[in-house]
């Protein structure tokens, strides 16, 4: 039992370490893909660093939500760890603390959280970007309930590690129709909740156009960086969700491997992530962002997408 | 069921098959129309697939020929044809207005899909072939959304494409529950489908001459007041 | 022997249009083709009528009752039509030789493609003639190159096409349905055979899918919405052709599908034939009458006339079915005519638009005298044809106890007939809004009102022996 505590604080130090790793190894892959040179893939940490070690500015008209929210934010995906599989198959200790739909609601709390600190500021670009999150946002959950639904249902419970010894563990499931379709809803999906192009420019600094980054426009210091670790984490969370629920269990530590198994995941599991990005960065340098509302119909065809999987898999049933 | 005779194909066509109908919801809510005309060919392409691999697993001859003919005439001859009777403008263009916007579109599609599903359970009841349980339902989706296009799309080019698109659909259907087509009926089926592009990329052609646009969803003049 | 030549003359007489010979004389060799085919056609329902059944080339072609009946009326209209288009195509303005010359070419295989389907044996090769009626009518349907000849062409071509499509669903399934049942050879003989071995569940679905795919190219409500463009906006021997056979062509198809359900246990086909065709008849009936545009009445009233045959086919019994084929001959004969009639119409007043057109009797007798004819030939006013066909449906179906329908019925065609009447009178008598000057009638245009008079006057009157029997072998052949 305490094997299990430990390799669950173990996966929460490596979500912590390495998310803005991936990052930095995005941002870089994305700037040779367009024969520039990039910055380093360790310069988030150097932002961080940075960031942490200057004067925090708070205006005086804001509320305790301001100061609260990088913390909340910075706290959301560190407790989605705890639910997820990120570098073992089995179970861990805390994995039965809360399902799919609880991950997701603490997730959707941070970012909700976020949002509102947004607003709080009165920088007028706070309130648009939280307006329009918040639009891609509820514009996006029924693509995150039908999806949960569908592998629930195979899977007959919703703890992500369950789901996984059902839904992905047989090899033969790979080809399955169902699969392939809801891997493709989910990855529409990450592009939209983590603010990828076609949705949004993660790298651009035009706050008219700014969707997702708009929540971290106020701030400076401590705050800032909290919130750039948190936007960090939350993608590296959607990523260990995709690729070890939904995806494939590969890498990840059997039951019974014993601490050098895990230990053994953890780079296995980054190149699992590596491979992901390699997909992300082609899929950013392909497309052009979306106008505003055509996203409604790039989610809507994320969500037509997972019916249609959900419609294939339980007319077989 | 999957056909447990053919497990590893059965999971393939199956495969096929989503892509398939994907391909069909990407005709109907596509706004550029050379863009519809890629998803088309690839749903050909796809329905080929199909096809060979029906071929291989029930060992029928005929299915190979459907899916030479189907490759010949839906992926290289009709977009030729289209290339020659109709002018490049036209598919530079984009669909502004459309009968019904792209995410209502979609999901009536969704509906629709359920629907074929809901209609081809009796008929797969009745009779077991050993890959019907895949291609009917998908097919049948396919010729729903096909007809959705026609009615939902105002360009010339992506309502000829529903049409051909439902074709695509009715063969989709047609190799899974009589794998063995008299050759008499591929033959004229394979005559038909260029023909019917002909027809229609000449008859397009005119309208764009004489009207000077291919919005024939707009044509409205013949109405009873 | 002769079937094969029916077929293979027309596709002379095609490609003699569009050869250099056809600048001047693709007129009179499309006469002359339709003329032999129309001797050639008699012959074979004559043989039909008495033998029950033609065949040759070793099976691919066969003839019985209901194929001759239909054989000989595309033929006829043929003839008829082209006799018209000599004069009317010649007439119009705006289109150079070559255009002509594609007319022909077109026309010519146009009917060849007609007098296939009740010649092929082979189901799926019907499917495929079908097909082809679309196919090669388009541009006939939009030869006059204006914007509303074009949408009319196009919404004819893709929702026929869309129909024909989804009939060839139907087809695959009957095709499953006839492996099941262990038949190899895939025409209608053999389906009625093997109809009673064939699972319902198949049968059913494909019978559906027939109606509502080629109901489409029937003009069946809600399929309809092409119809009165399509039949409005083409040459007015074109219109004849399309109304008077080609939807009667496929109806022809659809009848022959309910000796096969009737064939199979537990499945009824009549309800539907019924419930169809009394929706056409009722919303044809109202559209006819808000309509504003005389060839768009026609083509009304053509759907109507659709969804009689179609209910008598569904009442069932000897007599329903005798009406029916009688309906089938009065419907093609006096809707070509009044097509012919119509598009003198067009000549003299130039328009189609019926509220424009006052007083025809004064600047144009002979077309105002063909109107009258030709709207109480098909609003069914005795003398004529349809007047009789229609008591005699209603009849059988009193006599068969389906009261309602027979009562609907006949509400609908006493007011598609008032409604019909009151338009032709407006047009015809009235003081003329202004003098129009006369303009000259072709010579082949009247002969072709006078041939075409001919039979319509007749037939309402008195039926020959010869067109008795094929009409009861047609009959016969429906009730399977």
Redesign the interface.
């Known amino acids: 039992m305490l094997e299990r505590i430990a390799y669950n604080v173990l996966q929460v130090i490596v979500v912590v370490a390495f998310a803005p790793l991936v990052e930095g190894v995005v941002s870089r892959l994305k700037e040779i893909i367009q024969s520039k040179r990039g910055p380093s893939i360790f310069q988030p940490y150097r932002d961080i660093w940075k960031f942490l070690h200057k004067d925090e500015i708070v205006s005086e008209r804001s509320s305790w939500i301001f100061r609260a929210a990088p913390y909340v934010a910075f706290a959301a995906p560190v407790f989605v760890t705890l639910l997820i599989p990120v570098l073992t198959r089995y179970p861990l200790f805390f994995a039965f603390m809360g399902d799919m739909l609880g991950g997701g609601f603490v997730l959707a709390f941070g970012g909700f959280f976020a949002t509102l600190a947004a607003v709080d500021s009165a920088n007028p670009y706070g309130p648009m970007g939280a307006s329009r999150t918040r639009m891609v946002g509820f514009l996006a959950e029924p693509v995150f309930i039908v999806v949960f639904l569908t592998v629930s249902f195979v899977a007959g419970s919703t703890i992500p590690y369950i789901v996984q010894t059902h839904w992905v563990a047989p090899i033969a499931n790979f080809f399955e129709p169902s699969h392939v379709l809801l891997m493709i809803a989910f990855l529409m999906l990450i592009l939209a909740e983590d603010g990828r192009i076609p949705i949004d420019n993660p790298s651009g600094e035009f706050e008219l156009a700014m969707i997702d980054h708009s929540k971290a426009l106020e701030y400076s210091g401590r705050g800032a960086a909290l919130m750039k670790w948190a936007g960090a984490m939350k993608f590296f969370v959607l990523i260990c969700i995709f690729l070890n629920v939904l995806v494939t269990p590969w890498g990840l530590a059997p039951e019974g491997g014993g601490p050098i198994a895990v230990l053994l995941a953890i780079p296995l599991v980054l190149l699992k992530i590596f491979g992901f990005v390699l997909v992300l960065v082609y899929i950013e340098s392909s497309l052009a962002k979306l106008r505003l509302f055509r996203i409604t119909e790039f989610l809507g065809a994320a969500f037509v997408t997972a019916v249609v999987a959900m419609i294939t898999r339980l007319s077989e049933i | 069921m999957s056909s447990p005779a053919f497990p590893v194909i059965a999971a393939l066509d199956a495969l096929t098959g989503a892509l398939f109908l994907l391909a069909a919801l990407g005709v109907v809510a596509t706004r550029q129309v050379l863009a519809s005309l890629q998803l088309f060919i690839l749903q050909s392409l796809l329905l080929t697939l199909s096809a060979v691999l029906l071929g291989i697993a029930l060992d029928s001859f005929h299915l190979f020929a459907v899916a030479a003919i189907t490759i010949v005439t839906k992926t290289l001859l009709i977009p030729w044809l289209l290339r020659r009777t109709v002018s490049a403008e036209v598919y530079r263009t984009r669909e502004i207005e459309r009968a019904l916007n792209i995410p209502s579109s979609l999901l009536l599609s969704a509906v629709l899909i359920v629907l074929a599903y809901v209609i081809a359970n009796p008929l797969l009841a009745a009779v077991t072939m050993p890959f019907a349980a895949i291609n009917l339902p998908l097919g049948l989706a396919a010729i729903f959304l096909g007809a959705f296009t026609i009615v939902v799309r105002r360009e010339a080019v992506p309502q000829m494409l529903g049409l051909l698109a439902v074709e695509n659909g009715v063969f989709f259907a047609g190799i899974a529950i009589v794998p063995s087509l008299p050759v008499i009926a591929e033959l004229a089926a394979a005559v038909d489908v260029p023909v019917i592009a002909l027809v229609v990329g000449l008859l397009m052609r005119q309208i764009y001459r004489r009207l000077g646009t291919t919005s024939v969803g707009h044509l409205a003049a013949l109405r009873e007041q | 022997m002769e079937l094969a030549a029916i077929l293979v003359l027309p596709v002379i007489a095609s490609a003699l249009s569009l050869s250099p010979l056809g600048r001047r004389y693709a007129a009179p060799l499309t006469l002359v083709s339709t003329t032999a085919v129309l001797i050639l056609a008699v012959d074979v329902a004559a043989l039909a009528a008495h033998t029950g059944r033609v065949d040759a080339l070793d099976g691919w072609l066969t003839c019985d009752g209901l194929g001759a009946l239909v054989l000989v009326l595309v033929a006829l209209v043929g003839f008829t039509a082209a006799l018209f288009s000599w004069g009317y195509i010649a007439g119009r303005a705006g289109h150079p030789v070559h255009h002509v010359q594609r007319y022909y070419g077109l026309y010519n295989l146009f009917v060849l493609s007609m007098l296939a389907v009740p010649l092929l044996a082979?189901v799926?090769?019907m499917?495929?003639a079908v097909?082809?009626t679309t196919?090669l009518s388009?541009?006939l349907v939009?030869y006059e190159?204006?914007?509303?000849a074009?949408?009319?062409?196009?919404k004819y071509?893709?929702l026929t096409?869309?129909g024909a499509?989804?009939a060839?669903?139907g087809f695959?399934?009957l095709?499953?349905?006839s492996?099941?049942a262990g038949l190899e050879p895939?025409t209608w003989l053999g389906l009625v055979e093997a109809a009673p071995r064939m699972?319902?569940?198949?049968l059913w679905?494909a019978f559906l899918l027939i109606l509502v795919g080629f109901g489409t190219k029937v003009g069946l409500v809600p399929m309809h919405t092409w119809l009165?463009?399509a039949h409005?906006?083409a040459p007015a021997s074109i219109c004849a052709l399309l109304s008077g056979v080609e939807t009667t062509t496929v109806l022809y198809v659809i009848l022959r599908l309910f000796p096969v359900i009737g064939g199979a246990h537990g499945l009824d086909a009549r309800p539907w034939f019924i419930g169809f065709g009394l929706i056409s008849v009722g919303v044809a009936t109202l559209?006819l009458i808000?309509?504003?545009d005389f060839k768009r009445m026609f083509a009304f009233s053509t759907v109507e006339h659709m969804g009689i045959i179609l209910v008598a086919a569904g009442l069932g019994g000897t007599e329903a079915h005798l009406g029916a084929a009688y309906q089938i001959t009065g419907h093609a004969l006096a809707k070509s005519f009044c097509f012919f009639a119509a598009g003198m119409t067009v000549m003299a007043v130039g328009n189609q638009d019926i509220a424009s057109v006052r007083g025809l009797i004064r600047s144009s007798p002979l077309a105002a005298l063909a109107l009258v004819a030709g709207g109480f030939a098909i609003a069914g006013a005795p003398p004529f044809a349809i007047f009789v066909s229609e008591l005699v449906i209603l009849k059988a179906g009193f006599t068969g106890g389906h009261f309602i329908v027979v009562g609907l019925l006949a509400l609908f065609v006493v007011v598609a007939f008032c409604a019909v009447m009151f338009h032709i009178n407006r047009m015809v008598f009235g003081i003329p809004d202004r003098s129009i000057a006369a303009p000259t009638i072709p010579t082949s245009c009247k002969l072709t009102l006078a041939f075409a008079a001919i039979p319509l006057v007749v037939i309402g009157v008195f039926v020959p022996a010869p067109l008795l029997g094929l009409l009861r072998a047609a009959a016969a052949a429906m009730g399977g």
Not at chain 3, 145 to 148: G, K, L, N, R, S
Request: proline share 8%; glycine share 4%.
């Open positions: 082979n799926a090769l499917w495929i097909e082809l196919l388009a541009f939009g190159d204006t914007a509303e074009l949408e009319a062409a196009w071509v893709i096409t869309l499509v989804f060839l669903l695959l399934v095709y499953w349905g492996r099941v895939f699972p319902p569940a198949l679905p009165p463009d409005s906006q559209l808000y309509v504003r």
